[in-house]
């Protein structure tokens, strides 16, 4: 049979208006559900979430942590109503976690004592619970031997290059093997052998250095003054048995690094994969794939006998997109090891890492981060790391000197299933004072999304841009997709193709003009249907524009993040981050009374079709 390559689905749903409220919005026929909200308990260690915020530290070890974002949907036994979701929980609002809320953080650094750090550590890192559906209803498998939570304080192996080198020595693992935790963990992937990977976006600012900062720390950003919740310095407590702590604050303070934790930063900044399928692994944090703010990661079209091929995103102003190309190649046996330990160690510890360069006319080239890589100034990158390690411990640093094209702000990525075209938010720049091929317009509030197709080699591809953000009413120059009110949107972040090939966009902090307009939804498009008659995919047009269609929109003050969809297509899960006044009630969609205070709860909503048929088409 021919092979396809575009998608035969056609979205089958009224695109909806904007809405401002404090519940869900779905289409006409659609039903939304609140699915494991912060808080409920993943087994009967923990106490059941408490409206007042005072559910212990190890409540919070044993339940839903804080501020869902990237997920995914692992089956058990091949079924489609019943598996585990892996969740990412990015940061906390202080406010809602402890007793002083319930309204949402007011920015103040609201705990006093080493429960209520203990606390927020919990409520960072990942969750992996079972859920099953139960006629129309997804509920939580309580108790399951597979649900888990991994925290800012779990311990963690390294592997790849800087494992066991003298960057990651510290005194809680001298041998540079291991560290404590996972932090930021905002974007995801997951891998073809059935592993959860989380990415650890904003991890330098839980870091402060008070003493001489290193060129690494400077680049990257760790503070020189503060952390950003305070774990590090809860007065009067310097204690060395809280440890838990001060390992937070990475100025040197003994002879060695061995003896302190001036290493404590460079455990955290990476891929860490998770294998939801075993009780018991330990999650490795991948530091082959480079170390930096890694917003998600997602891996190429596979193709037998050639490498894996993974894409991160660096989401800062002005910062960088990379790629990871395996030296093993893929074998299909893979799909389902004997060891995803195993399976991780042989596609994710060996390989190269390239930045991206966009050139005019649509090309492109990946620069390699290696020692003996050319840089701009006619010299290696080894004439300025001493080995591979040191240029991965500095990701950003080494990207800087081959000449990568600084970006707006680089966020999700996905690939189109049938054409294996890579498509990339880059969310907004509201910074950009001087255009490049790749980010046209200056102050991008608004943001874009970027997508490329492989050349024949590892170091080439051609790109284009595929679809401006912009509010309805802002002239051609700036509208430059022709969106209308049922398709305006800013900040595209979240980012998933279904196997079906339609395109999952989600936003995150629309600007200004947006946002009165409509909270953060989610919008989707079927790109591989969108060709001319020489069959060459198309951007998003004022003539086509209608092709992009809203499906759903997130209660007031939140972000719409994170993306699975069940193997029958007939549920999708997506997240609700940093909510204002939701939820109300178990049904996404009931609006919180209004003059109501409820506590904030990030939570995963499930929307299912009334007819139990497949999601949008
Ligand atoms: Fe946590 Fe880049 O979004
Ligand atoms: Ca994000
Ligand atoms: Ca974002
Ligand atoms: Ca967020």
Redesign the pocket.
């Known amino acids: 049979p021919e092979v396809p390559n575009r998608s035969t689905a056609v979205l089958n749903f009224d695109s909806i208006p904007g809405s401002l409220l404090d519940a869900v919005a779905v289409p006409a026929g659609y039903s939304a559900q609140v699915l494991v909200p912060w808080g409920t308990p993943l087994n009967n260690k923990a106490s059941a979430w408490d409206n007042t915020g005072n559910n212990s530290a190890e409540d919070q070890a044993n339940a839903m942590g804080m501020h869902h ?1 990237g997920m995914h949907f692992f089956p058990l036994n091949d079924a489609a109503d019943d598996g585990l979701l892996c969740i990412n929980h ?1 940061y906390i609002d202080s406010n809602a976690l402890h007793p002083h809320g319930p309204s949402k953080d007011s920015g103040t650094n609201l705990r006093t004592s080493v429960e209520e750090i203990r606390k927020e550590i919990n409520a960072h890192g990942v969750s992996v619970v079972r859920v099953k559906l139960n006629g129309n209803q997804w509920a939580i498998v309580d108790n399951d031997p597979l649900n888990r939570r991994f925290t800012a304080a779990t311990v963690m192996d390294m592997a790849g290059p800087l494992a066991y080198t003298s960057y990651l020595e510290t005194r809680f693992s001298p041998d540079g093997s291991q560290t404590r935790g996972t932090l ?1 963990n ?2 995801n992937g997951y891998t073809p052998w059935g592993t959860y990977l989380t990415c650890e ?2 991890w330098p600012g839980y870091f402060v250095n008070k003493g001489t900062k290193t060129e690494e720390q400077n680049r990257i950003g760790v503070s020189g003054s503060a952390t950003r919740y305070g774990w590090d310095d809860l007065a009067g407590d310097a204690d060395e048995r809280l440890d838990e702590f001060t390992r937070f604050n990475v100025t040197p303070t003994a002879a060695s690094a061995a003896a302190d934790y001036r290493n404590e930063a460079n455990g955290f900044g990476y891929i860490v994969e998770i294998d939801p399928y075993s009780q018991n692994a330990r999650a490795v944090k991948r530091t082959a794939l480079g170390r930096f ?1 890694h ?1 998600g990661c997602a891996f190429g079209k596979l193709e037998e006998g050639k490498p894996i091929v993974f894409y991160s995103g660096h ?1 800062s102003k002005f910062e960088y997109i990379y790629k990871f190309v395996s030296d093993a190649v893929w074998d299909p046996a893979d799909a389902n090891p004997s060891n995803r330990r195993v399976a991780g160690d042989k596609y994710m510890d060996h390989g190269t890492l390239y930045v991206a360069k966009f050139s005019e006319d649509g090309a492109g080239s990946w620069l390699p981060l290696t020692m003996n890589s050319p840089t701009t100034g006619g010299g290696v990158l080894g004439d300025t790391f001493d080995s591979l390690a040191a240029i991965l411990l500095n990701t950003a640093g080494a990207a800087d000197l081959v000449g990568a094209t600084p970006m707006d ?1 680089p ?1 999700w990525a996905s690939i189109d299933p049938f054409t294996g075209t890579v498509y990339m938010t880059l ?1 907004n720049n509201s910074s950009r004072t001087e255009a490049n091929v790749a980010n046209p317009r200056l102050n991008n509030y608004f943001g874009h999304i970027i997508r490329w197709d492989e050349g024949s080699d590892m170091t080439s591809f051609s790109w284009d841009i595929f679809l401006f953000g912009s509010p309805a009413s802002a002239d051609a120059d700036t509208n430059l997709s022709g969106l209308t009110d049922l398709n305006m949107f800013a900040s595209p ?1 979240g980012l998933a193709f279904d196997e079906r090939g339609i395109l999952w966009v989600q936003t ?1 902090n629309g600007a200004a003009d947006v946002t009165s307009y409509t909270n953060d939804q989610m919008l989707a498009i079927v790109p591989s249907a969108m060709v001319d008659s020489q069959g060459q995919q198309q951007a998003v047009t004022g003539a086509n524009q209608s092709q992009l269609k809203r499906f759903f929109v997130g209660p007031n003050g939140c ?1 719409v ?1 994170g993306f699975a969809i069940s193997p029958d297509y007939k549920s999708v899960f997506i997240n609700i981050q940093h909510p204002d006044n939701w939820p109300y009630s178990d049904n996404a969609t009931t609006e919180t009374p209004s003059g109501q205070t409820v506590r904030p709860r990030a939570a995963t909503v499930v929307i299912r079709r009334n007819d139990g048929g497949e999601i949008g088409i």
Do not use: A, F, P, Y
Request: with cysteine.
């Open positions: 974002d990015e930021n905002c974007g976006e904003n703010r917003e989401d702000r966020e969310t972040d995150d972000e993040t």
